[in-house]
């Protein structure tokens, strides 16, 4: 496992005042929270035993209620978070941030990035497309993208996002939060999230392979009013689908994008088959029940 940080004594706060770099890795390892930070008054917690590599793998908890000052769920990072993703050279920018995840509450978390430049004015953007994470499945690793397309500008009239290089600055603050759409904030809710080795990828990854692979899901199944076609990847690779019902007619298509509804009110309840093709001519089929 990478590690950019020296070990630390536990307790003790970190200290860094470097900036991002390609490759570095949060992995917990110095039972501190690497830097990690909230606003509500539930602590975030080093926990040093049970992450993705088992016994005595440290990772990052992350906890809120839904109410009153500890309604979000949310960490944030200026300090080796911060800097120019380009890395000098828009070839070998940054364009992933990966990481273990665990949903270890009750409740789907809508989980998200978020960035912060400041040039005198404050501009902010978030992925897209959030990824859930769904409780009960344990750990799983997932990756944003943040190349242009993959990401939306925020309240701001001229639609800029941040600019994750060209300067001096770069981002300023990057967040790991719940928001089912592009957001700076949480939305409210009662959860527990882990995080572990959390890492800056430069390597593209292969949008043919995440849109047939067999770790697609739809949820919620069963629904009764919108199904996601979820992908552990934060792309919005365009696909289009077919809904089976049980006599094998065809009783609604479209067009959609990875980890975006699908609204299906309009079905009667019953069994269907959801058919998911990909530009590449890919097709998966998964079976839905709509209630």
């Known amino acids: 496992m990478r590690k950019i940080l020296p070990f630390l004594l536990l307790c003790l706060p970190t200290i860094v005042v470097s900036q991002v770099i390609l490759d570095q890795v949060d992995d917990f390892e110095d039972y501190t929270m690497s830097n990690w930070t909230k606003t509500n008054s539930i602590p975030n917690e080093n926990i040093y035993n ?8 440290n990772f990052l908890r992350i906890t809120s209620s839904g109410s009153g000052e500890d309604l979000e769920l949310m960490t944030k990072n200026n300090a080796q978070w911060k800097g120019d993703y380009y890395q000098g050279n828009l070839s070998d920018r940054i364009k992933y941030i990966s990481m273990d995840v665990r949903n270890s509450g009750s409740t789907v978390i809508f989980l998200r990035l978020a960035f912060q430049t400041d040039y005198g004015l404050t501009y902010r953007c978030s992925t897209t497309n959030a990824i859930a994470v769904l409780p009960n499945e344990g750990w799983k690793r997932i ?121 299906i009110q309009d079905l009667t309840n019953g069994n269907y088959i959801v058919e998911i093709k990909n530009d590449n001519g890919n097709i998966l089929r998964k079976k839905i029940i709509k209630n």
């Open 50 to 57: 049970g992450g993705p590599s088992g016994e005595e793998d």
């Open 143 to 263: 990756s944003f993208s943040i190349l242009e397309d993959n990401i939306t500008a925020l309240s701001d009239p001229f639609n800029y996002a941040v600019t994750f290089g060209s300067g001096s600055q770069g981002v300023e603050e990057m967040r790991i939060l719940h928001n089912d759409v592009p957001a700076w904030e949480s939305d409210p809710i009662d959860a527990i999230l882990d995080i572990d080795n959390i890492m800056a990828d430069s390597e593209t990854l292969s949008t043919k392979d995440i849109a047939i692979s067999s770790e697609l899901k739809l949820y919620p199944n069963p629904s009764n009013n919108t199904i996601t076609v979820i992908s552990n990847e934060n792309v919005t690779e365009a696909i289009s689908y077919n809904i089976i019902d049980a006599l094998g007619r065809t009783v609604k298509t479209g067009d959609s994008k990875l980890n975006q509804e699908i609204h």
